[in-house]
């Protein structure tokens, strides 16, 4: 059953996410639409409902919340909706999946962001 208002479309772009305040945890985003976006969960506990940031690609806070968690992924739902636009731009930057030959942990350094207070 399908029940996204948007659809989702594929990417393969750096993303980090924080969730209450703990540490900063580096993705690779999977896919994404204006409502929401997955991601591998890592090595990270993510609680369903539990809310958090995400950094995509160089932008954000999104704020959102866990909505699912499911066989290592994570499914987000943003706060507020992304414009079109800038989900365009998040598709052009689309990087090509290297995963085959790239081992854990090798991201390209991001902005040092902090994390905001949820309230």
């Given at each position: 059953m399908q029940t996204r208002?948007?659809?989702?479309?594929?990417?393969?772009?750096?993303?980090?996410?924080?969730?209450?305040?703990?540490?900063?945890?580096?993705?690779?985003?999977?896919?994404?639409?204006?409502?929401?976006?997955?991601?591998?969960?890592?090595?990270?506990?993510?609680?369903?409902?539990?809310?958090?940031?995400?950094?995509i690609a160089g932008s954000g806070p999104h704020r959102g919340s866990v909505r699912w968690v499911e066989d290592g992924q994570v499914g987000v739902i943003f706060t507020q909706p992304l414009p079109p636009e800038q989900v365009e731009q998040f598709q052009g930057s689309h990087v090509p999946d290297k995963s085959a030959e790239a081992t854990p942990g090798e991201f390209e350094p991001m902005p040092d962001v902090r994390p905001q207070r949820f309230c």
């Open positions: 208002k948007k659809p989702r479309r594929m990417i393969n772009v750096q993303g980090r996410y924080f969730t209450g305040l703990g540490s900063p945890v580096d993705v690779m985003l999977r896919d994404i639409s204006e409502g929401g976006c997955s991601f591998p969960a890592g090595q990270q506990k993510v609680v369903i409902g539990s809310p958090i940031q995400v950094y």
